[in-house]
């Protein structure tokens, strides 16, 4: 990612076929390499277990979070971009590789095992009324983002060699992108790959649970301070500490608590209406032109009068304000930005679900000791009407994606340490 970019890794769901003659090349190319096929018993009692991944990055300055996952036979190290905004998860692969991003591992080597066109994982890649089967041997995928970056590939199986927190080891045979063309966006990270997070048949933890080894259940804690953590299955929070709210029965492309009203501080801004879908590939919250207007004319009014400047010259973020001397922390400006902003969720004519955004929620110190704001305006970045709640708006918090129970949550939680159980580390 380049500095002073803005990152947004939201599904553009743009999905195509290749042609024939280009599947049938594809194909040739396909490496020979045989995986092992075998998988955890399916008579295993997993109720209530779940897998759990250290996280590594920020928000600021690194601009992502990644896990890292152990994918083959024999097991490779691979760095995957946490993204619940959406589905495929896809390494830069060698295919050979046309056209490949710097990455921190060598490119993974695909298996010959090939997804057919016709299995419903394929079927899941593509719009309906856009899914043709010129080669039925093989499944090709095109996803674009919004951040203009893009991947071509091919859909393979291999092993992904994973543990629960009781200390069980398995290895499911799931599928995933070999995606041999790559175009950077422009928020490109030095990674592996993505790992789509989420509500689609094609993700991780969709397969999993297809295979009876998790619930479909996603969640992560990212600490504010760097770092947390990622997990699938309901085995490592207590839901009663939870705030939940339903998933959108509309949009049910991402993850989506549906309409929100704006509150600043506490009070309605009659700003309503606002489509919102929590994305973890993004770093910042993106809120389209009218509520980001309002939020930087109300944040201004509230700053009248107060010894901060705002700093054009800080590029680090669209607006900034200088301090009397150089902050250190957010910790240090909140004696000027004291308000928490708000998003309420009507939650179908019931009683309202606010998700607050203390300062720490929406605020970065830059490396130049100033106080910049991490909320921006996404209709400028092609976002349109759609208001995402990124990386940093849920930092120092547990946040829940029930797909089974159809339901998003989330609680105050200290995510700078893994859960106590840990025997498989």
Same mark, same amino acid.
Request: neutral net charge.
């Given at each position: 990612?380049?500095?002073?970019? #803005?990152?947004?890794?939201?599904?553009?769901?743009?999905?195509?076929?290749?042609?024939?003659?280009?599947?049938?090349?594809?194909?040739?190319?396909?490496?020979?390499?045989?995986?092992?096929?075998?998988?955890?018993?399916?008579?295993?009692?997993?109720?209530?277990?779940?897998?759990?991944?250290?996280?590594?990055?920020?928000?600021?300055?690194?601009?992502?979070?990644?896990?890292?996952?152990?994918?083959?036979? &024999?097991?490779? &190290?691979?760095?995957?971009? !946490?993204?619940?905004?959406?589905?495929?998860?896809?390494?830069?692969?060698?295919?050979?590789? #046309?056209?490949?991003?710097?990455?921190?591992?060598?490119?993974?080597?695909?298996?010959?095992?090939?997804?057919?066109?016709?299995?419903?994982?394929?079927?899941?890649?593509?719009?309906?009324?856009?899914?043709?089967?010129?080669?039925?041997?093989?499944?090709?995928?095109?996803?674009?983002?919004?951040?203009?970056?893009?991947?071509?590939?091919?859909?393979?199986?291999?092993?992904?060699?994973?543990?629960?927190?009781?200390?069980?080891?398995?290895?499911?045979?799931?599928?995933?992108?070999?995606?041999?063309?790559?175009?950077?966006?422009?928020?490109?990270? &030095?990674?592996?790959?993505?790992?789509?997070?989420?509500?689609?048949?094609?993700?991780?933890?969709?397969?999993?649970?297809?295979?009876?080894?998790?619930?479909?259940?996603?969640?992560?804690?990212?600490?504010?301070?760097?770092?947390?953590?990622?997990?699938?299955?309901?085995?490592?929070?207590?839901?009663?500490? #939870?705030?939940?709210?339903?998933?959108?029965?509309?949009?049910?492309?991402?993850?989506?608590?549906?309409?929100?009203?704006?509150?600043?501080?506490?009070?309605?801004?009659?700003?309503?209406?606002?489509?919102?879908?929590?994305?973890?590939?993004?770093?910042?919250?993106?809120?389209?032109?009218?509520?980001?207007?309002?939020?930087?004319?109300? !944040?201004?009014?509230?700053?009248?009068?107060?010894?901060?400047?705002?700093?054009?010259?800080?590029?680090?973020?669209?607006?900034?304000?200088?301090?009397?001397?150089?902050?250190?922390?957010?910790?240090?400006?909140?004696?000027?930005?004291?308000?928490?902003?708000?998003?309420?969720?009507?939650?179908?004519?019931?009683?309202?679900?606010?998700?607050?955004?203390?300062?720490?929620?929406?605020?970065?110190?830059?490396?130049?000791?100033?106080?910049?704001?991490?909320?921006?305006?996404?209709?400028?970045?092609? !976002?349109?009407?759609?208001?995402?709640?990124?990386?940093?708006?849920?930092?120092?918090?547990?946040?829940?994606?029930?797909?089974?129970?159809?339901?998003?949550?989330?609680?105050?939680?200290?995510?700078?340490?893994? &859960?106590?159980?840990?025997?498989?580390?």
């Amino acid at each position: 990612m380049r500095k002073g970019q #803005v990152n947004v890794f939201i599904l553009l769901l743009f999905f195509s076929l290749s042609s024939a003659s280009d599947q049938r090349w594809r194909k040739a190319m396909m490496s020979a390499y045989n995986g092992s096929s075998s998988s955890s018993s399916m008579m295993m009692n997993r109720v209530g277990s779940s897998i759990l991944f250290p996280v590594h990055g920020n928000v600021y300055p690194t601009g992502y979070y990644n896990v890292t996952i152990n994918i083959g036979h &024999p097991p490779k &190290p691979y760095f995957l971009d !946490l993204d619940t905004g959406s589905d495929l998860t896809w390494l830069q692969c060698n295919a050979p590789c #046309v056209h490949c991003i710097e990455a921190p591992h060598p490119l993974y080597q695909p298996t010959n095992d090939l997804v057919a066109c016709k299995d419903p994982l394929c079927a899941a890649l593509h719009p309906p009324g856009d899914y043709k089967c010129e080669s039925p041997d093989q499944c090709d995928y095109e996803v674009e983002y919004a951040d203009g970056g893009s991947s071509l590939g091919v859909l393979v199986r291999d092993i992904f060699s994973l543990n629960y927190t009781n200390g069980i080891r398995l290895s499911p045979r799931l599928a995933l992108g070999c995606g041999y063309d790559q175009i950077p966006g422009t928020s490109n990270h &030095p990674l592996d790959g993505i790992l789509g997070l989420g509500r689609g048949k094609s993700s991780i933890v969709s397969q999993l649970q297809s295979q009876g080894l998790v619930r479909n259940v996603v969640g992560h804690c990212l600490s504010g301070i760097g770092g947390g953590f990622l997990f699938f299955g309901d085995g490592v929070y207590d839901s009663s500490h #939870v705030t939940w709210t339903p998933m959108s029965q509309e949009f049910t492309r991402y993850y989506s608590p549906g309409s929100a009203e704006f509150h600043f501080g506490g009070k309605a801004t009659g700003i309503k209406n606002l489509i919102v879908i929590f994305d973890s590939g993004s770093s910042y919250t993106y809120l389209n032109s009218q509520a980001y207007q309002a939020v930087t004319v109300l !944040l201004k009014k509230e700053l009248s009068g107060r010894s901060l400047k705002e700093a054009p010259e800080d590029q680090t973020l669209p607006l900034c304000w200088k301090g009397q001397k150089p902050f250190r922390s957010v910790r240090d400006a909140k004696r000027y930005f004291k308000t928490v902003l708000s998003l309420a969720f009507t939650n179908s004519g019931r009683r309202k679900t606010q998700f607050e955004l203390h300062p720490e929620a929406y605020l970065i110190i830059s490396n130049k000791g100033n106080v910049c704001l991490g909320i921006l305006n996404g209709t400028q970045v092609g !976002l349109q009407n759609l208001n995402v709640i990124g990386d940093i708006s849920m930092q120092d918090r547990m946040v829940i994606y029930d797909n089974e129970k159809q339901v998003i949550g989330w609680s105050p939680a200290n995510c700078d340490n893994l &859960p106590k159980f840990r025997s498989y580390m």
